[in-house]
């Protein structure tokens, strides 16, 4: 159990990077409106996000789905 947690956390960090690195330089993904409709999926009747279509609401999905739709502004 500990060290799926710990691949867990790393496998967040690394997103938080890549999405610090992509706001900082100014940058969007190439097709902006499959990623929203990707989002869009995995969102569930209860307001929150799973990290995947199907999964339940956590908070790292629906921190990173808020986020990313933000950044898409």
């Known amino acids: 159990m500990k060290k799926m947690i710990m691949i867990t956390m790393m496998i967040m960090m690394m ?28 969102r569930n009747k209860d ?3 799973g990290v995947a279509p199907g999964q339940p609401s956590n908070i790292s999905g629906t921190y990173f789905a808020s986020i990313v739709l933000y950044w898409l502004k």
């Open 15 to 42: 997103k938080i990077m890549i999405m610090i690195t992509f706001m900082m330089l100014k940058e969007k993904p190439k097709d902006v409106a499959k990623l929203k409709e990707f989002i869009a999926k995995c």
């Open 47 to 49: 307001g929150g996000y």
